[in-house]
Each structure stands twice: as C-alpha cells, then as structure tokens.
C-alpha cells in the first residue's frame, strides 16, 4: 500500500500550490456580483460624480468597498453553511407573508434595474447611430438564448470574460491623462461639498453598490457552486478580489470623467452622454471604449438581475419544478423570458418616463433593504442554523453597524429625490 | 370559519395545519394558556399514517408540550383542553417525533410517488375515530393564497389543492438532521436508483451528500452510477472518506475508476488508505489507461482460470471467489502465463462432466480488442460480431479486462 500511494500521489503537487488551486476554484460569485453592480445605473452614478465633482469623490470608494466586502461576506457564510438560498432560508425561518413581501418587491425593483440596463444598451446604441428598435432586440435575444440554451458552466464562463471586459473603463481611465496626486489625494483625504448635489452623487454612489438582488444572488451562486464550508477562508479571498476590483473600477470611471468633462466644464446626465462628450477631450478610442464598457456592464447586469428574479421566485414558492428535465423549471424560464422581454419592449415605449422607474427602483430597493438584512442577520445569529459560523459579537456589531448605515443612506437617497431640498 | 370544515360522509374530520397555528389554547377552567406553535406526531413502524401526539403551545417566551391525551377539541376557532395544569416543561422530543410546524412546513421533501423534490405549503390532518392522524402534505399553490388570506378571491377559490399522500412523503431534513427516520429512507431505498439520482441532483450539495451516506452502500453505488457526471464530481469531493471507500468496494470496478478519476489528488490518497488491497490493486491497474481507450473503459469484473484444470476445480474457484465480482456470466481460460485462449459460459460449466479438462470444453476466443483500442473501434467489433461482451488483451495477449455491451452504451449515450 504504502508504494501504492506515493505511485498516485504527484511529486509536483505542493501545498502552496494546492492552496492556489483552491482560491480559483471558488473565485467567481464575489467578483461576478460586485461587477455586475457596476452596470449601467452604477457607471451612470461614477461618471456623473466625475464629471461634476472631479477627484473629490474618490474617497466614497473606500466605504463602497468595505461594504461590498461586509454584506458579500455575509451572504458568502450563510449560502456555504446552509447550502440554501436566501429565499428559502427565509421561508424556512420566518413567514410566508414576509418571504412574499420580500419577493415580490425585489422583483419588481429587478425588474426597473433592467430597465435600466436596456436603456445603457440603447444608448450606446444611439452613440453608433444603431436604431435602438434593432439593438435592443438583439441584446434581449441574445441574453435570452445564452441562459435558455447555455449550461451553468458556460454562463459563467461567459460572465467572468465579461467581468475581465471591463478592464476598458482602466483603460479608458488611464487615455484620459488623469492628474494622478490629485486622484491619490482625493481617496486619501476625505472632503465634502456642503450641497445637496454633493450629498446626493455620494448616497447614490453607495445605493447602488448595495442592493436586494446582489444579496439574493451571491448566496444562490455561492448554493450552486457547491464548495463546502471548509473552503469559507477561500470564499474571502473571492470577495475580497471582489471588493477591490469593483472599487477599482469605479476609481477609474471616475477619474476619467474627472481629468476630462470636469476640467472642461461639462455636466452629463448619463453614462452614455459621457462617452460622446470624451471623445473630444480624450479621443475618439477613450469614447469607444467607454461605449463598449457600457454595452457590456448593460449585457451582464441585466442577465444576472433577470436570472436572480427567477431564482428568486421559484425558490420561495417551490416552483423548481420536476426533477427529470435536467434543466430549470418552465416556470424559471418562464420568468427569466418576461423579465427580458417585458423589459425591452417598454425601453421602446416613446416618452417612457424613465427616470422616474428608476428612482421608483431605488426606493423599492429601501423598502426591501432593512427587512432582507435583519433577517440575514437572525439567520446569521442562529446556532442551530450556523453551528461555529454564527456570528460573534464583534461580527455582530460592524455589521449592525453596516446594516443601518446602508439603511440611512438609502433611505436619504429616497427622502432627496421626492423632498428635493429638505436635507 | 365554519365553511372550512370538511366532512366526508364518514364523517371525518379534516384540518389544515396553516389554519390551527397561533390559534388561542384553553384550558378546562377556560382560561387560555397560550397559542397553538406546533403539533407533534409520532412515527411508528407499520403505521402507515404518523399520529398526534401533543402539542406545543407558546405563551410568552416559554413553550410547553401537552399530550394528545388532554386535548379535548383540536380544530377550527380555538384549541381546547380537557384538564388544566397538564403542561410539559422542558420536555425532551424522541427521534420518532416529527414537529410538523418547525420540521416540515415550507420546508422541502422528496415526493417519492412524482419523484421530485417539492416545498410543503401547508398539511392536512385527519381525525379518524378519536385519533389525529397526518394523512397527506399540500404543496399546491391555493395552499399559498390560504396561508396569505387570499382563499375567498372568486378565481383561486376554483383552484384545486394538490395532496401529497404521506406514504409517498419521504423527509429531506430528516436524513441530515438529529431525526433519523428509518421509514423515510425506506420509502426512498425502494425507488430505481436513476430516480433516486434525479432526486439527488435537485438538492444542493449538502443534502445530497446526507442523502447518498445514508443510503446502504449498495444503493449509494448504484445511484452514484446514473449522478450526471458534472454534478457526482462535486458530490463524490464532499463525502466522507470511509463513507466514499466502503461505496467504491460496492462498485464495478471501471465505475470506481471514474469515480477515482473525479477525485482531487488529496481524496485520492484518503480513499487509497481506506480501500481494501485487492481493489486497490485493481483501480491503480486501471487509472493507468486513457480513458476513451478500451483500457479506459474495461471492467475488471472477469475471472480466469488455468487451463489444465478440470470441470469440479473451475465450479469450485467460482463458488468460492463469486463475492467478489458483480456478476459472472464466462469463465476465461488462460495458459500458465495468463494468455488468453478460450472462454467457457456457466452454462457449459454447469452441464459438462465433472472430471472432464476445462480446456475440452471452452470455446476459442476470436475476437478481443487491445487495451489502446479506440472506443469506437472496440463498439464497431462487437456491433459486427454480435458480442456481448469482448475481452481485451495488451500486446502479449494476456487478458487484462472486459467491456461489456452496457459499457458502450453508456460511452455511446452519455445522458441517459
């Protein structure tokens, strides 16, 4: 026996190596959500704080992070030592009525977060002169049958090469010839405009890091990749990468807008404007590439939004479905094609208000904040649930802390947008 | 509230548990002690139906069990008791009790007659004579629209529930938790163990595994054969090493070899150090070929014998090394130096004279494949020569497996 073994055991294979081998395989879910959260609304968000606050802005990243990191940790735990989804852990532990309350509100929230990510496609669209009645629907057909017909392996491959694609905003960061110290100082120094604009750019560059549906979809992911418990120290590594690309990111969106539609005095209203407004100030490649950022942050947030909705509503409802067709439930396809489809046939609606949808999104995302996080942490207290993964008290105290500060912000972005002047 | 009651001709009484819940519980001196938190039934062996046998009732922060026994009315409008001071503190739930509120409702179960995974919505209790008993699970949508006060709505009042009977019910939870219910496994155990696969494959990882280490060996490696591969690969990384050894022994042994094949470098030497020498020996033999190559794909599942033996020896080899293999259909016949040369069915075996040679009775192999064999080719032979099974050889001849016509089929059709 004892020849047996060292005949099947690789000279090569050290420990180090093994430990390297083991943070690869469960890097995905972490960094999948935190770029997804980057899509079109959130690359909206950083561009307009560029362009109307420079460098002075940066610092929030730092907050956006540790935040990304805190809530994905949490999700992270809970989805590894349950190997459960939210929804049914709070269907299992609280009430139906809450779980439908839950439900139905991130869905809807969902479904104007497409919304938006359709209108990002078509106003790219608009940047290549590409009749947003072609474009659109290409795009949805094209998601569509990429989740309808593709494996889970391949989605996600999918959905990691497009997380890699957003090296372009890096890129499109550096072309713009930012003022480096003053981007250095920015982060470094934390400073504050006393206004409302200020104020406003600065909630919403945290409201839209954190939202029901990225909570819902780390967990799931984290259920269906299907490492154990055992690897939870690996699992950091994933969201930690997580936190620090997502910020990185945004930290360059940010700055490209900031050395270039600051310093020319050019206000923009969305992340489509400031790509046409580059390409006088940085070139014609900063403008493509900034486009083509957006279409893909626009592609990957509204595949990972739609497919959350339909997790989300078959799993609280037990809609899974028969076991023998290999594939999700019709229901899940069901929902997944609603979503997409609904979605883009309203973004050609002439004069659709968006705006509007995408503020009334925001404030859904406030109702459903606190509920879904005070029951992630009553889960995450449960012994029984959570054995020695139950949180401590110092786990406990910076993420109640968390919690309530991501509340208060969200709830102030609200508050901002009906009551403009009150705060 | 007095729509809801249901009464069969029998006169049976029928409730659901959503509409009892949190329901005032008084006592015989009509003072109420508290609010329904959940019914307990007993599991009995030969039973078919598990029956009440308290509850537990919340008032404040202390919960209380009362025995079945004390209650005088269980049903719609109020609970009440037959006596008063008849609660239970601190009392302690056996491994036979099922805790219907905190153990099944919205939690998921296997439908062992749809075999499908669903999510309780609600469950029907039956009183037949004086007793309580959980006659079957609801998981149909109208079941929803009750426990959210939405029944009366003119259109879902139309829908129509969908009972689970509890002899088709087996418990997910109760396979990983504290509550080792043998009748759950037992209604499980009797599915085919593709169905019991499909089951599987709907649970996350940390089910499954429960599920496939609580099976008996045999069974496990049946149902670990028809796992979809991408799923058994992350499913055989999560089972305890013992466990996973004493499955692969079930094994045929070029199943045990993929099986190895999916494990990461360090299970491997886990699973190495638990196996018995003899499959050891074995798997390391195999796990040296390709694996779209006939070496790959053979068996080790094949006995052989000398030459020069007689008829008695051979049977007797067989009677007595027969545990071991899976199944026997042919004996080969080899030379001293373990080249093939014929191959004799038990059937021959068993109605040839006892003294006579073994080798006057075997018929000569024709037709055997090399071990670096391409699949296709080793599939096209036997199609040609209507074999059941080929016996492969390295480059001396010496028989080192067979391929059997279920393993090209299952080469050939990878999904079924």
């Known amino acids: ?19 390297w081998l083991l943070i690869l395989s469960v890097i995905g879910p972490g960094i999948i959500t935190g770029t997804a959260d980057n899509d079109a609304g959130g690359i909206t968000t950083y561009a307009v704080a560029g362009a109307s606050f420079g460098y002075k802005m940066l610092w929030i990243l730092l907050i956006i992070a540790f935040i990304l990191g805190i809530t994905q940790e949490m999700g992270a735990r809970l989805g590894l030592v349950t190997g459960k989804g939210l929804a049914a852990l709070i269907r299992e532990n609280f009430s139906i009525k809450i779980t439908t309350f839950v439900v139905l509100v991130t869905f809807s929230a969902n479904w104007a977060n497409v919304l938006a990510d359709f209108a990002g496609i078509a106003s790219v669209a608009d940047i290549y002169g590409v009749p947003r009645y072609v474009a659109v629907p290409i795009a949805a057909l094209l998601i569509w049958l990429i989740v309808y017909k593709g494996s889970f392996k391949l989605v996600q491959k999918i959905f990691l090469t497009s997380t890699v694609l957003f090296l372009s905003y890096v890129i499109a960061g550096y072309m713009a010839h930012p003022d480096w110290s003053a981007a250095v100082d920015g982060i470094i120094r934390p400073t504050m405009d006393m206004n409302t604009a200020f104020f406003y750019t600065a909630v919403a560059m945290i409201g839209t890091t954190v939202t029901a549906w990225g909570q819902f979809f780390v967990q799931s992911y984290y259920v269906d990749k299907g490492v154990s418990s055992e690897f939870m120290k690996y699992s950091r590594w994933d969201i930690i990468a997580a936190a620090f690309w997502t910020s990185l990111v945004a930290f360059f969106i940010v700055i490209a807008t900031a050395a270039t539609l600051n310093v020319a005095g050019v206000t923009i209203q969305d ?37 959350t909705s339909s997790y989300l509503v078959t799993e609280a409802f037990g809609w899974e479905g028969r076991v023998d067709l290999k594939k999700e439930s019709p229901v899940f396809y069901g929902l997944f094609t609603f979503c997409v489809f609904s979605t883009a046939a309203a973004i050609l609606i002439p004069g659709l208000p968006l705006v509007q949808i995408i503020v009334g999104s925001q404030m859904l995302n406030t109702f459903v904040l606190p509920v879904l996080f005070i029951a992630i942490l009553v889960l995450l207290n449960k012994k029984k649930l959570m054995g020695k993964f139950a949180n401590g008290l110092f786990a406990n105290i910076v993420s109640w802390l968390s919690v309530a500060f991501i509340v208060i912000m969200a709830s102030m972005l609200v508050v901002m947008t009906f009551m403009p002047g009150s705060l | ?95 036979s009790e099922i805790l219907l509120a905190r153990d099944l409702m919205d939690q998921q179960i296997f439908d062992v007659g749809g075999i499908r995974v669903v999510r309780v919505n609600d469950l029907e209790l039956v009183k037949i004579e004086e007793k309580f008993l959980l006659m079957s699970i609801d998981v149909s949508n109208r079941a929803l629209l009750r426990r959210m006060g939405l029944v009366n709505i003119p259109f879902i009042r139309k829908t129509r529930s969908h009972f689970i009977d509890w002899g088709n019910v087996s418990l997910v939870k109760g396979l990983a938790g504290n509550l080792q219910l043998k009748t759950s496994k037992e209604k499980l155990e009797k599915l085919h163990p593709a169905d019991i696969a499909n089951l599987i494959e709907n649970l996350n990882f940390q089910e499954s595994t429960n599920l496939v280490q609580s099976l008996d060996e045999e069974t496990a490696a049946e149902v670990l054969e028809e796992v979809e591969p991408e799923y058994k690969e992350s499913l055989l990384q999560r089972i305890n090493p013992s466990n996973l050894a004493e499955i692969v022994e079930e094994m045929p042994t070029d199943e045990a070899a993929d099986v190895i094949q999916a494990l990461s470098e360090q299970k491997k030497i886990q699973l190495f150090k ?88 075997m018929s000569k192999v024709h037709h055997t494949v090399r071990t670096n064999a391409d699949v296709e080719d080793v599939a096209r032979i036997m199609t040609k020569y209507n074999l059941l099974s080929v016996a492969v050889t390295d480059r001396k001849k010496v028989i080192k497996g067979i391929i059997t016509v279920d393993d090209i089929l299952r080469y050939l059709i990878p999904d079924a």
């Open chain 1, 1 to 19: 026996m004892q020849t047996l073994e060292k005949e099947i055991r690789p000279s090569r294979f050290t420990a180090a190596k093994m430990k």
């Open chain 1, 271 to 307: 992340a489509g404007q400031a790509a046409m407004a580059l390409e006088p100030l940085a070139g014609a490649f900063a403008k493509h590439l900034f486009a083509w950022g957006l279409l893909n942050a626009s592609l990957l947030g509204l595949a990972v939004v739609a497919m």
């Open chain 2, 274 to 361: 638990r196996l018995g020498v003899r499959k050891a020996r074995e798997l390391h033999r195999l796990s040296k070929y390709k694996e779209d190559t006939a070496g790959g794909m053979m068996s080790g599942d094949f006995m052989f014998v000398r030459n020069d033996i007689t008829v008695q020896q051979a049977a007797l080899r067989i009677r007595k090394a027969s545990e071991q293999y899976s199944s026997i259909y042919h004996v080969f016949i080899t030379d001293e130096d373990k080249h093939l040369e014929g191959i004799v069915s038990i059937r021959t075996l068993l109605l040839a004279k006892q003294r006579e040679k073994i080798s006057s009775i």
């Open chain 2, 1 to 95: 509230m007095a729509g809801c009651w249901r009464l069969s001709p029998k006169s049976r009484l029928m409730i659901f548990l959503s509409q009892i819940l949190n329901l005032p519980v008084v006592d015989s001196r009509e003072a109420e002690i508290g609010r329904l938190k959940d019914v307990v039934v007993q599991v009995r062996d030969g039973a078919k139906y598990p029956e009440v046998s308290g509850i537990v009732v919340k008032s404040g922060r202390k919960e209380s069990v009362i025995p079945y026994r004390f209650i005088e009315n269980l049903g719609y409008g109020e609970i009440t008791l037959k006596k008063s001071d008849c609660c239970i503190e601190g009392y302690k739930f056996s491994n």
